[in-house]
């Protein structure tokens, strides 16, 4: 297992600080007054004072003029600006000491953002809905980034203190109390990371550091240069200390295809295989997906456990878009690439797990995208119909709810919900929630401008369609707005669909998943009437059969297959609208 080299080390004594600049002549560490730190031939500082513990604050000061919180903080109490805090991880007493996680077969994913998901938006406040989760059948929450960011709330991508969860969310300690509970109830937590570029305020490190950084770009700043060991160790330390010190069962990693300077081992592969050192140590399940506009299928490894340098899954942007243009009828951007045949686009994805798998993007001027996934078995895909990205990137941030019929979500739902593949749902979904989640931040300043200004290009259409309806993603409203209202899961509409989410997600849990392991891709196909035929080997021999009306006509259709029913009606002669019929046929 890598060695912990960066942040805070408590000794006997005291504690031990540790800072890598190898761009600077003279680094103290500023307690109640400076201490000067001894630098090494490879930058780093280092010395131990005797008497400091957890709790204690700290700055580094570099060259006698800038003071800066530790890159490696483990808590800023004050925010970015402020000094970093000792926390003492050993301190915890962890209730749920023993669990070891779930296989990943049995993953039913629901993204959540801390401060929009309550009232309160803390950690603590989270642990209330707990009982909720389990009962509507998720089995994994995932909480999108917490790295601590600049000011009150965002949705986390623009972190700059990766070791440290916001404390605009609660301390160290209630973030492990809300995982210790989640475990306690037999849910798994994962984490969102972001290793491929750093926020745009409250980021030191190129000060006296800048081989952190490479002359790539991202579409959110510099690059990072994975190519320089400290730097890979930095990213690698971060991944195994979320999963170590906090007991998170795994990880979503950001958008990995904006990492271009990966080292000539890559990065990625390196902090898998560090994973799996942890994974096998401990006896536990760690789970690590990516996000990956790529479709890079030779990185994914749904059935080796530990990890061995592979990664799970991949979150599968392609369903997701098909469905979108097939219930929507948008075709904007990347849309595009999927407008001119959404459903055969959908069979595609079903039957063999992404969309585009070495055919050009138009979208992507008319480069080749992706990899042949037809041979990876279906967990190795999460597929959902909606998440924060594909919410929060419309300028008025509105849910599928608000853009189709509920049949027609419903029918979705019972397909992905069934399906296979690791299904996902995002906040407020399984009950239909209407409330917006739009892009939000607490940025002043110039900064603050240059965002407005941003959104404004992005989204010329929409403000001058919708003027003042657009919300200002800097305006405190715009992320009150966000904050999903539980009172509407509680009656009508809202218990119905989650009722239906239920129903579909025990069905799943009693049926499906006992016999996912081994299970294959089989053939989808789609007729021009809407038709959808669809069909998987599972691990036991079984057949799993699907058969959907993805239209608003009736459709012709000869007879139910054959097999145990596990959800729709058995039709005989014709196929109402946005019917859906799963059946489970024997081996």
């Not at 509407?488 to 218990?495: L, N, Q, S, T, V």
Request: proline fraction near 7%; charged fraction near 25%; aromatic fraction near 12%.
């Amino acid at each position: 297992m890598m060695g912990r080299g960066f942040g805070p080390r408590l000794t006997a004594r005291g504690v031990e600080f540790r800072l890598w600049a190898p761009n600077a002549d003279r680094v103290d560490v500023v307690l109640d007054r400076p201490h000067a730190m001894q630098r090494d031939k490879d930058g780093w500082f280092k010395v131990e004072i005797e008497g400091a513990r957890g709790g204690t604050r700290y700055r580094f000061r570099i060259d006698d003029a800038t003071d800066v919180p530790d890159p490696a903080s483990a808590f800023q109490p004050e925010d970015i600006q402020g000094p970093s805090e000792v926390i003492d991880h050993s301190a915890y007493p962890w209730r749920a000491a023993e669990w070891r996680g779930r296989p990943w077969h049995e993953t039913v994913l629901l993204e959540a953002h801390v401060g929009s998901f309550t009232p309160q938006g803390t950690f603590r406040a989270m642990i209330d809905r707990l009982d909720h989760l389990v009962d509507t059948g998720v089995t994994a929450l995932e909480l999108m980034p917490l790295a601590d960011f600049p000011g009150r709330r965002n949705w986390g991508y623009d972190g700059v203190l990766w070791y440290a969860p916001d404390s605009a969310y609660g301390r160290p300690e209630d973030l492990k109390a809300l995982i210790d509970a989640a475990h306690e109830r037999g849910l798994m937590m994962f984490l969102d990371v972001v290793y491929n570029h750093f926020g745009p305020e409250g980021n030191y490190i190129g000060q006296y550091a800048p081989p952190f950084f490479s002359d790539s770009h991202t579409p959110w700043g510099n690059g990072i240069n994975y190519y320089v060991e400290q730097v890979r160790a930095f990213a690698i330390e971060n991944a195994v200390y979320w999963l170590r010190e906090y007991h998170f069962d795994g990880l979503r990693l950001d958008a990995v295809h904006a990492i271009p300077d990966q080292g000539e081992i890559p990065m990625l592969y390196e902090l898998s295989r560090e994973v799996g050192k942890l994974a096998a140590e401990t006896g536990r399940h760690i789970h690590l997906v990516l996000e990956n506009d790529d479709n890079i299928a030779a990185v994914l490894d749904p059935v080796v456990d530990p990890p061995r340098g592979q990664y799970r899954a991949q979150w599968n942007d392609d369903y997701h878009h098909a469905w979108h243009v097939a219930l929507t009828g948008e075709k904007q951007g990347y849309y595009s690439d999927y407008a001119e045949s959404p459903l055969n686009a959908i069979a595609r994805a079903l039957g063999s797990g992404f969309v585009y798998q070495g055919e050009p993007s138009e979208h992507r001027g008319g480069q080749p995208r992706g990899e042949p996934s037809d041979k990876l078995p279906p967990l190795g895909f999460v597929n959902f119909l909606q998440n924060h990205d594909q919410i929060g990137n419309r300028a008025l941030g509105d849910r599928l709810e608000s853009l189709t019929k509920p049949k027609a979500v419903e029918a979705a739902l019972a397909i992905t919900l069934l399906a296979p593949t690791i299904p996902m749902l995002f906040m407020g979904e399984e009950w239909g929630s209407q409330a917006p989640f739009p892009f939000f931040c607490d940025f002043h300043g110039e900064l603050a401008d240059a965002v407005r200004r941003g959104r404004r290009k992005e989204f010329a259409g929409a403000y001058e369609k919708y003027g003042d309806e657009v919300p200002d993603p800097l305006d405190e409203s715009t992320f009150k707005s966000a904050v999903i209202d539980w009172s509407e899961r509680d009656g009508g509409r809202g218990a119905a669909r989650l009722a239906l989410v239920k129903r579909l997600l025990d069905i799943r849990r009693n049926s499906i998943v006992p016999r996912l392991p081994g299970a294959r891709f089989g053939n989808a196909e789609i007729a021009d009437d809407g038709l959808l035929r669809a069909r998987w080997r599972l691990g036991d021999g079984a057949t799993l059969k699907l058969v959907a009306n993805l239209s608003d006509h009736d459709v012709a259709f000869k007879a139910t297959p054959d097999g145990t029913n596990l959800w729709g009606d058995d039709w005989n002669g014709m196929i109402p609208p946005w019917a859906v019929t799963w059946r489970l046929e024997e081996s």
